[in-house]
C-alpha cells in the first residue's frame, strides 16, 4: 500500500518522518504513515482558522458539502473498506458497514432542522437563542472504529459551521487520511484537515492555542489528561471515553434466547466497542443455563482474517492491547474463574484471541472491575436483583447498560436504575445518528449525535431585541438596584 498524505489547507503534506502502521492479522508493518512536525500542526490550525471565515457564513453550502461527502464516501466504498480491514483487523464486511454508517452520519446531519428557538416575543421584547460555531474544533480518534467516530465528530462539527484539525489513532491513521483526501473535492481548503502522528502529536493539539474545542473519544486515562489541557484556555471539551457496561439477565428470560443478544453485544467487533457488554449479571437458577449457551456461541463463531469473507471476528487491534487481553483473562483463571469457552491466545500470527466466556468470577477480579476491550467475557451469578443492580453500579465508569428480560416494563425499570448514558432493553449496541450518546461519571463528559451533539459544537448567543424603544427593560429595571 502506497503511502498515505495528510491534508493540510486543502493540500497534500507529506513528512519527512513516517510511522508504521501494522496489519493485525499478521503483525507485520504494511504501511507508512505521516507523522506530522509541530510547524505542519501549526500550518493546519491556520488553514482551519482561516477557512472559518467564510465556512460559517453559509448554511446551505455546508449542508450540499455534507451531502456530497456522502457521494465520496459512498463512490470510496470499495477502497476505504479493505484499507479499514487491513489497519483495524475487522471482517471486510464490518468495514464496508462502518464506511457507510459514515455516510449515514453525514446524511443526518445534512437534514437535521434546526427550529428557531423564540424565548420571548411580546411588547417588551423578542428575544431568540441563536447556536453560533465555536471556531475550529481539535478532533481525536481511537482505533476501534476509527472512521464512523470520526464522521460523528465531522458531520454535526462541519454543519454547525466549525472548521477542524483530525487527527486519527496511530494504530489506524490511513481510512482517516484517505478520507480527508478523497473530501477535498467537495469541502473548500481547510475546512478539514487531516493530520498523523502519537500520543504527542494529541498532546500538541489540545494545548494548541487555535482550537476552541477539544472533541476526544478515547480512554479515560486520556480523557482526564485532555481535560487539563484544555482547561487553561476554557476550551470547550466533549469526551467520548471508555465503558463497563453491564448486562443484568432477569430470571424469566429463555437463556438460548438471550444468549444470542448478549453474545452480539458483548463480541461485536471482537469486543473492541466502548459501549460493549464488559460484564454480564445472571440470576443463580439460570447461570449454568446462560452460561452454557454463550460458550457454544463463543466455540461456534468463526475467528479469522478479516479479508476472509467467512470470518466473524478478527484479530485484536493492537500488540498493547493484545497483552492486555491475555493479561486480564490469565489474571481472572489465577483467581479462580473457569473458562468455558476460549481462554487463550491463538496459536498463530497477528493479535488473535479466542473468545471467551468467563464463568465463576465475580466482582473484585481485575476483568470485572476494569475495561477489557476485547473478546472475553465473565458472567457473575447473582441471588438477589436489588444486590445486582447495586454492583453493576458501584463503579467510576457509566457509559451503557442493558437489561434482559421477558416482562418488558420490569425490565425498563430495573434498566431506569443503572447509571449510565444509554440503558438498552432485551437489546445492546442500538446506536443511531438521531440518538444522544455520552456517559455518567468517568465514562464522559458531554454526548455525541442527534441536535444534542450538534448544540455541543456551538456556543448558545442570546439575542434581545428590545420593544420598549432604549434604556432598561421593566425587568431589568426590577432586578438591578
Ligand atoms: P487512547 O486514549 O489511548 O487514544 C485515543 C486517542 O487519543 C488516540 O488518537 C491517541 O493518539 C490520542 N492521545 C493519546 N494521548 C493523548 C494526549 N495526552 N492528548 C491528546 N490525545 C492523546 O484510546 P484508544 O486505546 O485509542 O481507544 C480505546 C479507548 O477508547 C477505550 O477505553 C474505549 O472505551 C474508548 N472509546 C470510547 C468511545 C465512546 O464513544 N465513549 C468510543 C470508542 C472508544
Redesign the pocket.
Known amino acids: 500500500m502506497s503511502e498515505l498524505t495528510m491534508t493540510i489547507g486543502g493540500q497534500a503534506a507529506v513528512t519527512e518522518r513516517t510511522f508504521g502502521v501494522r496489519n493485525p492479522a499478521t503483525g507485520e508493518v504494511f504501511a507508512e504513515a505521516p507523522d506530522c512536525t509541530g510547524e505542519q500542526l501549526d500550518a493546519a490550525m491556520d488553514a482551519a482558522a482561516k477557512a472559518y471565515r467564510d465556512w460559517k457564513a453559509d448554511e446551505s453550502a455546508r449542508r450540499q458539502a455534507l451531502r456530497d461527502a456522502v457521494g465520496v464516501l459512498m463512490g470510496g466504498l470499495g477502497e476505504l473498506g479493505p484499507m479499514l480491514t487491513a489497519e483495524q483487523g475487522k471482517p471486510l464486511n464490518d468495514a464496508t458497514l462502518e464506511v457507510f454508517g459514515s455516510a449515514i452520519w453525514c446524511t443526518y446531519y445534512a437534514d437535521l432542522e434546526r427550529p428557531r428557538e423564540i424565548i420571548q416575543d411580546d411588547d417588551e421584547a423578542f428575544v431568540e437563542i441563536v447556536r453560533r460555531p465555536l471556531g475550529v474544533v481539535a478532533a481525536?480518534?481511537?482505533?476501534?472504529?476509527p472512521l464512523n467516530?470520526a464522521f460523528w465528530k465531522i458531520a454535526p462539527a462541519l454543519l454547525a459551521g466549525n472548521t477542524m484539525v483530525l487527527?486519527?489513532?496511530?494504530?489506524t491513521p490511513l481510512t482517516t487520511l484517505r478520507a480527508g483526501q478523497l473530501l477535498q473535492h467537495v469541502l473548500p481548503p481547510g475546512v478539514l484537515n487531516v493530520v498523523s502522528g502519537?500520543?504527542e502529536?494529541?498532546?500538541w493539539?489540545?494545548s494548541h492555542p487555535v482550537p476552541r474545542k477539544i472533541s476526544?473519544?478515547?480512554?479515560?486515562?486520556?480523557?482526564k489528561?485532555?481535560a487539563m489541557?484544555a482547561a487553561p484556555d476554557l476550551k470547550r471539551t466533549t469526551l467520548?471515553?471508555?465503558?463497563n457496561d453491564p448486562a443484568i439477565v432477569l430470571d424469566d428470560v429463555d437463556p438460548a434466547t438471550v444468549a444470542d443478544g448478549l453474545f452480539g453485544g458483548a463480541f461485536a467487533n471482537n469486543g473492541q466497542?466502548?459501549?460493549a457488554i464488559k460484564r454480564v449479571y445472571v440470576p443463580e437458577r439460570i447461570y449454568d443455563a446462560v452460561v452454557e449457551a454463550l460458550a457454544t456461541r463463543a466455540k461456534a463463531v468463526r475467528v479469522g482474517e478479516g479479508t476472509d469473507p467467512e470470518s466473524k471476528l478478527g484479530p485484536i487491534n493492537n500488540e498493547p492491547?493484545y497483552e492486555r487481553v491475555k493479561m486480564l483473562v490469565a489474571d481472572a483463571l489465577a483467581h479462580g474463574a473457569r473458562a468455558v469457552a476460549g481462554g487463550r491466545a491463538m496459536d498463530r500470527a497477528g493479535y488473535f484471541f479466542e473468545p471467551t466466556i468467563l464463568a465463576d468470577v465475580s466482582d473484585g477480579v481485575r476483568i470485572v472491575d476494569e475495561?477489557q476491550?476485547g473478546p472475553a467475557l465473565p458472567v457473575i451469578a447473582y441471588r438477589d436483583l436489588d444486590d445486582a443492580v447495586e454492583r453493576a453500579n458501584a463503579t467510576h465508569f457509566g457509559?451503557a447498560g442493558s437489561v434482559w428480560g421477558a416482562d418488558v416494563d420490569r425490565a425498563t425499570e430495573i434498566a431506569g436504575r443503572l447509571e449510565a448514558g444509554t440503558v438498552w432493553v432485551n437489546v445492546h449496541l442500538a446506536l443511531a445518528p438521531h440518538q444522544p450518546?455520552g456517559?455518567f461519571k468517568w465514562?464522559?463528559i458531554g454526548v455525541?449525535n442527534g441536535p444534542w451533539g450538534l448544540a455541543g459544537f456551538t456556543d448558545i448567543q442570546t439575542v434581545h431585541r428590545s420593544r420598549t424603544g432604549t434604556g432598561l427593560s421593566p425587568v431589568t429595571s426590577m432586578v438591578i438596584p
Not at 481525536?140 to 472504529?145: A, K, L, R
Not at 467520548?240 to 465503558?243: A, C, D, V
Open positions: 481525536i480518534t481511537p482505533w476501534n472504529f467516530l487527527k486519527p489513532s496511530s494504530f502519537g500520543h502529536l494529541g498532546a493539539m489540545t476526544f473519544t478515547g480512554s479515560i486515562e486520556t480523557g489528561k485532555v489541557a467520548e471515553l471508555g465503558g466497542v466502548c459501549s492491547q475495561e476491550f457509559l450518546f456517559g465514562s464522559g455525541e
